[in-house]
């Protein structure tokens, strides 16, 4: 039975880190449509603290994990994601910088940046899963 329990809380656990993936995978899709079709609006922008991840990260995240140092890698990577797609952002938002050759090649470099560290916060997460997942409390990650 104990097994059974330990499977649930780290399934639940992944679904639960999941819907941020998903919500990382949305912003990014979202930010490079808007840049390449010149139709940014300043709402599109989050930074890492105020995303539904960050929210959650930075309050109920590290009361429960803060001692991982899996949880803590995590911080670095999610903070470079959003603040490289901010500045494509902000220059698609402020300058029509897709008009400029070397404007596009620094957009396309930026995001592809962002990805590398999209993915090493997705592997981080699933380094979490797996270290701790088996003892989570769901309760206590929820409320």
Do not use: P
């Not at 809380?9 to 979202?30: M, V």
């Not at 029509?96 to 470099?109: N, T």
């Amino acid at each position: 039975m104990q097994k059974t329990s330990q499977y649930s809380n780290k399934s639940n656990f992944a679904l639960f880190l999941s819907t941020y993936k998903i919500h990382h995978i949305l912003f990014k899709t979202d930010a490079y449509s808007a840049v390449v079709n010149g139709t940014v609006t300043q709402e599109l922008k989050k930074d890492a603290h105020h995303c539904g991840f960050g929210k959650w990260y930075y309050s109920k995240g590290i009361e429960l994990f803060g001692n991982y140092s899996t949880f803590k890698k995590m911080e670095a990577h999610h903070l470079k994601y959003h603040e490289l797609i901010n500045k494509n952002l902000d220059c698609a938002l402020h300058g029509g910088c897709m008009a400029k050759q070397d404007s596009r090649v620094e957009i396309v470099s930026r995001f592809k940046e962002a990805e590398n560290h999209s993915i090493e916060l997705f592997h981080l997460m699933d380094a979490l899963i797996d270290e701790i997942g088996d003892n989570v409390n769901m309760k206590q990650v929820l409320s």
